[in-house]
């Protein structure tokens, strides 16, 4: 069973960055697409940024100039970027890595940005 692990949540002030991390338990390769989720309270999971095994990125339209997605497969990690942070980036963040059709998920870390 794969696990992914995300970290770097924290609470910062509208403005700042973070940076958060997902690791994986097994080996990655640029063959996996990687992708970043959140859901804030009372809102639907949404997708904020992927990367394609191709290595092309995408992001919500909200994010984009703000945020960067990448990946390093010698540590089995990605990362999001998250720069110039507004109160409505607050929400848990979720990774998501495939291996094939096969898709897992992390348990969230919290990112709060106050105002």
């Known amino acids: 069973q794969v696990q992914v692990l995300e970290s770097g949540g924290d609470l910062v002030q509208a403005g700042g960055s973070l940076r958060l991390s997902c690791a994986a338990s097994?080996?990655?390769?640029?063959?996996?697409?990687m992708a970043w989720y959140r859901q804030a309270p009372g809102k639907q999971r949404e997708l904020v940024a992927s990367?394609?095994?191709?290595?092309?990125?995408n992001y919500a339209d909200s994010v984009k100039g703000r945020f960067t997605i990448s990946r390093d497969v010698r540590k089995n990690a990605g990362y999001l970027q998250m720069n110039d942070l507004e109160p409505e980036d607050t929400a848990v963040y979720y990774c998501k890595i495939a291996w094939g059709l096969v898709n897992y998920w992390g348990h969230g870390t919290l990112v709060t940005v106050s105002s």
């Open positions: 097994s080996r990655i390769s640029v063959s996996n697409t």
């Open positions: 990367i394609t095994p191709g290595g092309t990125s």
